[in-house]
């Protein structure tokens, strides 16, 4: 795996700008309105770019997972799977002078049994983990909501220390 440095303040957009320019190929994020059948994500190599195909409709947060998911794989340099398990649609938004001869590998995984799966699964999460603990905190709490905004972070803390 490669070592990646995270842009400060924190957006995927620059941080694929960067892993793109670290790897001398660049990462080209593509939203596509996909279908309930396919993955919420696909990966599509080829000999001059990587594509990172997310949906399109969903939130800014699940985009934001699903593209640092599928940028676990190319740290991880995870061979493509047997099957894409469907990803059409991804693979129609792509660029229409897209060669499908030229693609290299496309992975659209949706068994998280798989161990490759489970790593760019688990990058995700930890690098939005990450993230969000440099998160600037929200301006003051008005006086009547401190209590409880109090209780609400001893709870969500609780199991962190």
Not at 62 to 86: F, K, M, R
Not at 98 to 109: E, F, K, N
Not at 137 to 143: C, E, I, Q, Y
């Amino acid at each position: 795996m490669r070592t990646i440095d995270f842009p400060r303040p924190f957006g995927i957009a620059v941080l694929c700008r960067q892993l793109g320019e670290s790897r001398d190929r660049p990462i080209r994020l593509v939203p596509v309105a996909l279908a309930a059948e396919d993955p919420c994500g696909l990966l599509v190599s080829t000999h001059d770019a990587d594509y990172v195909c997310y949906e399109s409709e969903t939130s800014a947060l699940h985009q934001v997972h699903v593209i640092a998911h599928e940028l676990g794989h190319l740290l991880w340099d995870h061979e493509p799977c047997d099957s894409v398990g469907g990803g059409v649609q991804a693979y129609r938004a792509l660029p229409g002078d897209l060669d499908p001869v030229l693609v290299r590998r496309m992975l659209g995984r949706t068994q998280y049994a798989d161990p490759e799966e489970w790593a760019a699964e688990y990058f995700a999460t930890q690098l939005l983990r990450r993230v969000s603990e440099w998160t600037p905190r929200p301006p003051s709490v008005p006086a009547e909501m401190a209590e409880l905004v109090g209780r609400l972070e001893r709870c969500l803390n609780s199991g962190r220390e």
